[in-house]
């Protein structure tokens, strides 16, 4: 068997509909061209490579807190996806409930883009996260995670950790952000996403020189810790990137099939929900059973 013939989870991506959907008036960047994906499109690529579910990520890029994108898709394609979404911070508890139950798991915190105090502010929406049994979602780049990872080791809940941490890919894996962010794995509630290798990579594909960091993560944190996304449809990417051969750069970064099975499926499943029926998710929070996502 080889990577197209496993069951897969694609746990990093995106989707953009402006003609339905316009962005944000403010938005800092707009998607156009080849960078569209919309919903349609991304399901025939999945039925295309075999990715029986998907993690769709609120982009801070043209829509940011605008999740009506989102949650159309959830709800077109009920139990295809699971949604983190971009909110406010000062968010109220029951548009968080009312997101969860739509079929969102978490939220996505963007310090890559948008700084480290936008985070470091959130504490009271960290801890409503946790109570309400979802993810809190970070993207960080070089060594921000030296000064996050502390705090983050403080607040409750799952954190997943977005593209490897992002790592300075010619600084080696002793580099403070990337070590702090080694560190994490022994709260035993942080994930990581081996994924993104363009946006830290210095050459082109297949990326090499991250496949380090990769097998780095794979050993403090352990297949059980880590998943595995395509970041389709490759916004601001380098040079030009397809579906199926990010497909067999992570089978050759993760050869053996049972551990590749593991982060594709397995921990995928489990950590974004995807191993209970999307009516059955909705009757219990319908009743107030607000159990974690992830186990």
């Known amino acids: 068997m080889t990577v197209f013939d496993d069951d897969k989870i694609d746990c990093h991506c995106h989707v953009f509909d402006p003609v339905r959907f316009p962005y944000r008036d403010d938005t800092a960047y707009r998607p156009a061209q080849q960078e569209v994906g919309t919903p349609a499109q991304f399901v025939r690529v999945m039925d295309t490579y075999g990715v029986r579910h998907a993690l769709l990520v609120g982009p801070t890029s043209g829509y940011r807190t605008d999740n009506r994108c989102l949650i159309d898709t959830l709800e077109s394609w009920e139990g295809r996806f699971r949604g983190i979404a971009v909110v406010d911070s000062d968010i109220a508890r029951g548009e968080l409930v009312a997101l969860r139950r739509a079929g969102v798991v978490g939220v996505a915190f963007n310090p890559a883009m948008e700084g480290l105090d936008l ?33 983050l080791a403080r607040q409750p809940g799952t954190i997943v950790v977005d593209h490897c941490g992002r790592p300075y890919s010619e600084s080696g894996i002793s580099q403070p952000g990337f070590d702090a962010l080694l560190r994490l794995a022994d709260s035993g509630r942080t994930y990581v996403k081996l994924s993104g290798w363009q946006k830290y990579s210095r050459g082109p594909h297949p990326y090499e020189d991250t496949w380090p960091y990769a097998h780095a993560l794979l050993r403090s944190f352990g297949a059980d810790h880590c998943v595995w996304g395509s970041d389709w449809p490759f916004l ?60």
């Open 119 to 151: 985070v470091k502010r959130a504490g009271p929406l960290f801890a409503l996260l946790a109570d309400l049994g979802m993810i809190a979602q970070v993207q960080v780049e070089g060594d921000q995670m030296n000064a996050l990872g502390p705090w």
């Open 236 to 295: 601001r990417a380098p040079e030009r990137m397809d579906y199926g051969p990010l497909l067999t750069l992570f089978e050759a970064i993760v050869p053996d099939p049972v551990v590749r099975r593991q982060i594709q499926w397995d921990t995928a499943r489990r950590l974004f929900g995807f191993d209970k029926p999307g009516r059955e998710e909705k009757a219990e929070l319908q009743h107030g059973a607000l159990a974690p996502v992830a186990s």
